[in-house]
């Protein structure tokens, strides 16, 4: 019995997966493999609970299609505010700047603001 409870479960948690936009979302987005900047760009990802995204993720055109991965962020986003509104979750508020993107050993990553 043991056994067949952790098969459904590990099935269970396979469907739930493959049905999570984020999860779909991180298989698109893939490891954003550039050969230059100009393949490279930002998603705005997420949502918290007063606006805004949660979080930028950088991605690139020379792997990723870009209707594909906007339809999964648009998902991703409807997702997140069923869960904000069901949960009454609250957000700190704050302002997450819109970040640059360079294409650095052949791969799309967030340039920090540090680094300008």
Known sequence: M???SAVLFMLCTTLAQANDPLTALKKE???????QDSQCRVLALGLKSCGGP???WPWSVAEGNADK???LAKQYA??????????????DCSVVSHPAVV?????????????Y
């Open 29 to 35: 987005v893939g490891r954003a493999g550039c050969e």
């Open 2 to 4: 043991q056994k067949l």
């Open 54 to 56: 949660e979080l930028y």
């Open 103 to 115: 294409c650095s050993k052949k791969q799309c990553v967030l340039k920090s603001e540090s680094a």
């Open 78 to 91: 409807e997702a997140r505010a069923e869960q904000i509104k069901n949960s009454g979750e609250l957000s």
């Open 69 to 71: 991965i906007g339809f």
